[in-house]
């Protein structure tokens, strides 16, 4: 096998996606750069499609928690082929269709370009019965709400879940893993408009936050006994609430702050130690998968549990993931970034490349 495709030479030019200054998607601008040689451990990857997430806007914004170094790549959600590999590479070979997943600082490895050196641990190469869309759409989802909901609270089959920011990317997935599991879920969102794709989505019962009473209506499903894990994408006012619907030793997983970036979040540490609830107020999908950034290693075995797991699940059709709208070049790239910001969206948003 060649460690290079024969139709495309090394050093090229590719576009990459940055900004100079955080702030709004105006501050984000398409620049060329020349791809560097892939060292130990490291792979090129022709991207065919980017994705959205919540934590690209705050990462832009300045708000995420990590800083920015100027000038910034962005982007953790890429699907592609490989054309290159560097020396001491053992799990993935050219020609393989791979996804990133979020293992890795944004400051060293930026994945929204056209083209980008990725480490071979932050790799994925995904079943051959997706389409690189399905495939960029993936990885943050599934990833992360394994790690909180299968090693971290140990979920189990007929336990329930509340899923806040159900409509999110990551609420989606969150859904059809819980579902994978045999868990009931119950799905939180802002949106009446929304209740029918999270029903379709596997959710077995839907609750509008502002029109429904959250807690009143979680211990009315569960027959005044609470849930058994909460997997929270908000925070903000209403997580004390979400501690009094959660089951006695229940799992609390704060994993987002939508809710706090106006209002404080009052940490209720009282209802928890009264309930035995265990209250992980600041997952991170890096307590996993490691960031060297941040000082933490990766929990391989976890890892490997996670690959085998979304990749059957992906590969039988049991996971499927959910995109809500698909934006073509780099050119709509800025578009994308203002859409994912207005929050209509019901599942990923992608960047289609080719």
Known sequence: MPSVLPSYGMNRNAKIVRFHQTGPPGVLRVEEEVLRTPEAGEVLVRTDILGLSRVDLLWREGSYFEQPVFPAGLGYDAAGVIESVGPDVKTVRVGDRVSTF?????RDYPAHAEALIYPENALFAYPQNLDPRQAASANMGLFTAYFALVELAELQPDQVVVITAASSSLGMAAIQLAKAFGAHCIAV?????KRKRLIEAGADYVVVAGADDVSETVL????????????????????????????RFGSVIVYGYLGAMDATTPLPLGAAFLRGI???????????????????????????RAKTFISAGLASGLLTPAIDRVFTGLEEYCVAH????ANTHAGKVLVDLR
């Open 338 to 341: 203002r859409y994912q910001a």
């Open 102 to 106: 979020p293992a890795v600082s944004l």
């Open 278 to 304: 265990n209250l992980h107020a600041s997952f991170r999908i890096f307590d996993y998968t490691g960031n060297p950034k941040l000082r933490l290693c990766p929990n391989l075995a976890a890892i490997e």
């Open 189 to 193: 969102t802002r949106s009446e408009g």
């Open 220 to 247: 009315e499903i569960t027959e005044g006994e609470g849930a058994d894990v909460i997997y929270d994408g908000v925070a903000g006012p209403g997580l004390e609430e979400l501690v009094w619907a959660t089951r």
